[in-house]
């Protein structure tokens, strides 16, 4: 137990000067000296900056709609979206043959009642 609890106490402290220096290392560029000159930027037009900025997310916009719609295009289906459960109808926890093959309730059925009328 005395070897365990040796070997734990050196790893520990091992782990804590490596995450100093790693810390460290990380800090070393913060106190780089500042440039003496700054170069002028390429001073590109209005126009072109905002046709860049506007443009590209368009044209991803774009191209992703056409990427979704493109399959269901070239097979000829409708890209409604109400249309596209129309068909296949479906009743979660139903009878699994379907309404045609349930029992039939009575109308006049006088089991218990539950909710607001607290018959029970």
Partial sequence: MDMK???LRRLTRAGAVL???SVAML???ASAAPPQTWDDPDSEPLLQTL????GVPLLVVALVTLAVYLPSMMRGQSTEPALAFHDRNEW???PRKGLDSGTPVPAEDKGP???GSAQW
Avoid at 51 to 54: A, D, K, N
């Fill in 27 to 29: 800090a070393v560029p």
């Fill in 51 to 54: 046709g860049f900025l506007i």
């Fill in 113 to 115: 009642k539950g909710g």
């Fill in 92 to 94: 979660f926890g139903g």
């Fill in 5 to 7: 609890t040796t070997l």
């Fill in 19 to 21: 995450s100093g220096l």
